[in-house]
Structure formats: C-alpha cells, structure tokens
C-alpha cells in the first residue's frame, strides 16, 4: 500500500484530516479551509479509501477519531508541522514575535495551580503569546493529540486514551465537602446524613471527581439526591456555595483559595481514597518548546512547595 499511498495521497487530505481533528466537526473544518461539506467529506473519504482504513465516525454531533485515526493524526502532524520549518527555513522567517503558549486546563484548577502559573508567566515572558482553554479531561486530551494544545493540565485516562501521552504527576487532589461561613454545619462535627439534607453542589457526570463523590456518598449509604446541582466549573461552585445552603463537593484546588481566606469552612468528612493524581500532559513524540518547558517548571515548583506545606512566592 505505502508505493501506492505515496504517489497518490495530497497536502489537502492531511489539510482537511488535520481540521476535521481539530475542530471535530465537518462543518467548522470546512469553513476553516474555504470548503463545503460534502468536499470536506469526499476528502476524507478519499483517505481513507487509500488507507483502506477506517479513520473517523461521523455523527450528528461531530466526529470522533478512531484508534487508527489518532495513530495516523500523529503523522499527519507531524509532516504538515516539517513543512512548516521547511518554508520558514527557506524564508528566513523566525518564531520570534509569534510565539504562542497553548495550555489546557481542568476547571478545577483555575482558581489555585493554573491561576498563579499564568500570572508568573507573563510577568516572565511578556513577549509570549499565552491561549488557556479549560474543559473535561477527556476533551483536553483530544485538543492536546489534534495539536490545539501544547501541554495540559490534567488526569490520567484509560491506557487506549493515553496512547501517545506523557505524563508527569504534579499532585494528588482529594475530594472535600465545604459550606459557606456562617452555615449551620460550619460550626458543628456534621456528618454525611447532616450533609444530605442540604443541597448538594457536585462535580459534572462523566468527570473523574463526579466518580470519586458517587463512591464516597456510597461508603456512607447514599446516593445523589434528585435536584442536585452539577458543575465542573470551580468559579460557578463556588459562588453558589457562598450564596446559598449548599454543601460543595469538589477537589482541594477548587477551593483552595477560598478555605485559606475563611470565605468557604471544611466539613469534618474525610475524602481518604478519592484521591487522584492531577499532572502534566503532553505529546510523547514532541519535545515541549522553551516557553512549555518554563511553564512546566513552574508548575513543577509550585506543586512541590504545596507538598512540603510551603506556599510559593510570587516570581517575576
């Protein structure tokens, strides 16, 4: 196949693949790259016919790329990136004065790790561009395989979602129960049946810490209670929780900030087996560039002095 691959195959497959990867979705690749659908499509299908391969699942939602497709996605990157340094070789043209930070980041992590990170950064590299998106972990493994990111801040996942991934553990983040000062249980030794007659604000179903507050509410008998509130995102927890009766169930980093102001108070309910490592992702095939690796170091630091009870200075 691969004489046959060679002589056939064009940059405007690996284009349209690239995009439909990126954007998962064939309709927002398509105006990406000036095209209909149905081309982006009948491009598409043109690699896979010379693959023989099944590369992507279409449905009405978007695409999701298969096993085969993620291992060719890679490759695919990886010519269309050598291109790139070839024209710029040739040019004369640098990566001076366009360099760009792409991170990505568990909502959870905003308010505590990533907050600080991103303010040390740019007092460190004015010069670098810096684009943060946040999502579920599963999401930011996809963006971070389809080269939108450049490094993540997240969890492990399944071995055939990893594929391809490094990662590096900065800390482990244990499930807490927190109200807002001045709740009724803020002053007493609750325990979980105290819990339960309060309003409830979890973590989003399909997430890591979602699994952790189902199987902690299970060691004590309980299950979710209809009308519970959802939400992966540390800002909006955390502002319902100081406004209202309701007990916030998250990972430390959501509300780190808030327990050491005093805003939030720490129910006395032990989240001992929640635990999950939270870490660094990045492509294994790529080494991270100097403004990822000065990212990453200061991630590393921060993440080391929390573990040895420090708290770290702010850097320039």
């Not at 284009?15 to 954007?23: L, M």
């Not at 983040?173 to 807490?176: F, I």
């Given at each position: 196949m691969q004489p046959a691959f060679r002589s056939r195959v064009r940059l405007r497959h690996l284009?349209?693949?690239?995009?439909?990867?990126?954007?998962q979705h064939l309709g927002l690749a398509g105006e990406q790259l000036g095209l209909s659908q149905p081309a982006v499509s009948k491009t598409l299908s043109e690699l896979e016919a010379l693959l023989d391969a099944r590369l992507l699942v279409r449905g009405r939602s978007g695409t999701d790329l298969t096993e085969l497709g993620q291992r060719f996605l890679r490759h695919a990157l990886r010519v269309l990136g050598d291109l790139d340094?070839?024209?710029?070789?040739v040019s004369g043209a640098g990566t001076a004065g366009r360099q760009q930070l792409r991170v990505g980041a568990l909502p959870s992590v905003v308010p505590d790790l990533l907050q600080e990170a991103v303010l040390a950064f740019r007092r460190a590299h004015p010069e670098v561009g810096l684009a943060v998106q946040t999502g579920m972990n599963r999401t930011l493994i996809e963006w971070l395989k389809a080269d939108v990111l450049d490094i993540v801040i997240g969890r492990m996942d399944d071995p055939a979602v990893m594929e391809g991934l490094w990662f590096e553990m900065l800390d482990t983040?244990?499930?807490?129960l927190a109200v807002r000062k001045g709740h009724a249980l803020a002053a007493t030794h609750a325990a979980m049946a105290e819990v339960m007659a309060c309003p409830l604000i979890v973590p989003a179903q399909g997430s890591v810490p979602r699994h952790s507050t189902e199987s902690l509410l299970a060691r004590?008998?309980?299950?979710?209670?209809?009308?519970?509130m959802e939400t992966s995102d540390a800002y909006l927890g955390q502002l319902i929780a100081l406004k209202s009766d309701a007990v916030w169930l998250a990972p430390r980093c959501a509300m780190r900030q808030a327990l050491?102001?005093?805003e939030l108070v720490l129910l006395p309910i032990s989240g001992q087996g929640s635990e999950e490592p939270v870490g660094l992702l990045r492509q294994g095939s790529r080494e991270?560039?100097?403004?990822?690796?000065?990212?990453?170091q200061d991630l590393r630091e921060r993440a080391a002095a929390r573990a040895r009870g420090q708290v770290p200075g702010k850097r320039g």
């Open positions: 284009h349209c693949f690239v995009a439909v990867a990126q954007t340094e070839a024209a710029d070789s983040e244990p499930l807490l004590h008998g309980f299950v979710l209670p209809p009308g519970t050491d102001s005093g991270p560039g100097a403004a990822a690796e000065a990212f990453a």
